[in-house]
């Protein structure tokens, strides 16, 4: 099914979601979602106070205008966390999911200051990450047995204290990067810019065609010993 946010039957981004099925793809309208302020109707989708939950199987996809035709880039849909939340969680999602042609700027948290993925297979493709803060991994934070793949995207100018663009200390899954730039990421403590990885990851970290640069740490890359 081809589902589309803002129907009658879905008031919210995170509903439209919840009532997906494995297989499904929900479109996202062209705007700027801030995830951080409750009730917060833009576009006609009603977002909710809070991070999106992804759900398995299914693929969020940007870009549409008000005819419901794909017609603009990842920065024609922007979810924006406002300074105050993640923009994306996937936790413990038994089927893969994608998401494509958005951009994520502006989250924060804990860990993972736009992305969390916890024991899920997560596709990312043709999105930007962007100005992104947490305490450890400014643009992504990975876990467990975490399953990722970015594909032409750009994460850029994301922040944290320890490891700005994506952290992935205690993830035993597979990291692969194809055609993504990685640009002027800080990390405070210096230990890594790009990716930070441990020694329990399943299988080496693959870049493909990729750019790393202006880093804002000591390390584009670092693992543990």
Same mark, same amino acid.
């Given at each position: 099914?081809?589902?589309?946010? &803002? +129907? #009658?039957?879905? /008031? ?7 009532? =997906? ?6 479109? $996202? ?16 989708i009603d977002l909710q106070d809070g991070p999106i939950v ?52 502006? &989250? +924060? #948290?804990?860990? /993972? ?7 899920? =297979? ?6 930007? $990450? ?96």
């Amino acid at each position: 099914r081809n589902l589309t946010s &803002g +129907e #009658a039957t879905f /008031g919210t981004l995170q509903e439209t979601i919840d009532a =997906a099925n494995v297989g499904d793809v929900i479109g $996202i309208r062209q705007g700027a979602y801030l995830l951080a302020e409750p009730a917060n109707l833009k576009n006609g989708i009603d977002l909710q106070d809070g991070p999106i939950v992804l759900k398995k199987g299914v693929k969020l996809q940007g870009g549409y205008d008000e005819n419901w035709e794909m017609t603009g880039g990842p920065e024609s849909t922007v979810l924006d966390g406002g300074g105050l939340v993640r923009c994306l969680t996937a936790v413990d999602l038994t089927e893969p999911c994608e998401v494509a042609n958005l951009t994520m700027q502006h &989250g +924060e #948290a804990d860990r /993972g200051g736009a992305v969390l993925i916890v024991n899920s =297979a997560v596709s990312l493709r043709d999105c930007v $990450i962007a100005q992104n803060h947490a305490t450890q991994g400014g643009s992504m934070f990975c876990s467990k047995r975490a399953n990722i793949d970015l594909v032409n995207c750009l994460v850029v100018q994301n922040s944290a204290n320890q490891d700005a663009g994506i952290s992935a200390p205690l993830c035993f899954g597979r990291l692969r990067f194809q055609n993504c730039t990685f640009m002027a990421n800080a990390d405070t403590e210096g230990r890594s810019a790009t990716l930070h990885v441990g020694e329990w990851l399943g299988s080496p970290a693959r870049f493909t065609d990729s750019i790393l640069w202006n880093a804002g740490a000591a390390h584009e890359l670092n693992s543990y010993p």
